[in-house]
């Protein structure tokens, strides 16, 4: 294994995630590496930072004085952070005994400035027969179309992400006016824009997925719901409007595209297929692909014309989401 300090950085902000935060900082406790910091950023909750900080007295357990949201509480993790590497894991999650291990043996090729990794859901009851595994982004793990191993990504996902140092200082760390915060809807993107700016700025570095560096990442009840799943697909589009407006059209919808015109509709024909060999659900799933894809371009639109019109009217449009601040 590749000789680094990594940080790890989790971040939390609810009692209701108790359960699944303790887990997820034992899960990085049980790491088959040396030198691991764990910082676990507590998001504008004092009770929960409380209770935290008498919970965990052997890793760094710190209050987020940067705004709220998720952005603002990893920069406070990378602030603090001292590892040559700086790894993030949601506070729902919880690592394969051997994460870090592969995460730290691929930076072996100098130019990976970052490393993500299967993200595999861990359903609260069981999966829902008409989810398409193609849209398991709007539940944060990995989906049905993703770039296989050794191939270049454009962007990691939040949940099982990783980066070296210099990436913040290249990059000027996470934009806190994008992505997850105490609001309404549940918005996203918000390391999708950070990836895109610093390979803007850092053209000749990679970022790669390793398959081997695992994590299991919680879906509850509530996500399984068709209502959450709409809402989600929309509150996607939405981000990916505010994304464009940072990096362009080009960089910021390069991957939408190719998941648009080429994953989708292999995903419906499947469905299809699937439908005439007698699974009543596979047409389901073609169908959930087909909203899901039309719920996320409407939010774009939408999201596109707020933002032409100026942030007072996309800032009340945006007060106005239909999911609960618990979906976070």
Same mark, same amino acid.
């Given at each position: 294994?590749?000789? &680094?300090?990594? =940080?790890?950085?989790?971040?939390? &902000?609810? $009692? ?29 909750? #004092? ?43 949601? $506070? ?38 008409? /989810?398409?595994?193609? /849209? ?25 992400? =990783? ?9 000027? !760390?996470?934009?806190? $006016? ?10 996203? !993107? ?48 939405? =981000? ?10 080009? $960089? ?8 648009? =015109? ?52 996309? #800032? ?13």
């Amino acid at each position: 294994m590749a000789d &680094y300090i990594v =940080s790890v950085v989790i971040c939390a &902000y609810t $009692d209701k995630r108790w359960n699944q935060t303790c887990a997820a900082v034992s899960s990085v406790r049980a790491q088959a590496t040396s030198g691991t910091e764990i910082i676990l950023v507590v998001d504008h909750n #004092a009770q929960l930072y409380k209770r935290l900080s008498a919970a965990f007295t052997d890793i760094t357990v710190v209050e987020n004085s940067e705004p709220p949201g998720v952005s603002g509480a990893r920069n406070m993790g990378v602030a603090l952070a001292r590892g040559d590497i700086v790894a993030f894991l949601d $506070d729902d999650a919880a690592a394969e005994p051997d994460w870090l291990k592969f995460i730290c043996d691929s930076y072996t090729d100098t130019a990976v400035i970052g490393v993500g990794g299967l993200i595999l859901p861990r359903w609260e009851t069981c999966r829902p027969r008409w /989810f398409p595994p193609e /849209f398991y982004w709007v539940v944060g793990c990995s989906y049905l179309g993703m770039p296989g191993p050794d191939v270049p990504v454009r962007n990691l996902i939040g949940a099982n992400m =990783s980066f070296r140092r210099e990436a913040f200082e290249v990059s000027g !760390g996470f934009r806190t $006016d994008v992505g997850r915060n105490s609001g309404a809807r549940p918005f996203g !993107g918000e390391e999708t824009e950070f990836c895109i700016r610093l390979g803007q700025r850092s053209p000749e570095s990679v970022l790669l997925i390793e398959n081997r560096a695992a994590v299991s990442h919680l879906v509850p009840v509530a996500r399984c719901r068709f209502s959450y799943f709409t809402s989600r697909c929309f509150a996607e589009g939405l =981000s990916k409007a505010q994304v464009t407006t940072t990096v362009g059209g080009t $960089d910021g919808l390069s991957s939408e595209r190719r998941y648009a =015109s080429r994953t989708l509709p292999r995903g419906v024909a499947r469905g299809v297929a699937g439908f005439l060999r007698g699974d009543l659900w596979a047409l389901g799933r073609a169908g959930a692909i087909a909203v899901g894809l039309a719920a996320a371009t409407a939010g774009y639109i939408v999201g596109s014309i707020r933002r032409r019109t100026g942030p007072d009217v996309a #800032a009340r449009g945006d007060a106005k989401g239909s999911a609960t601040a618990s979906d976070r």
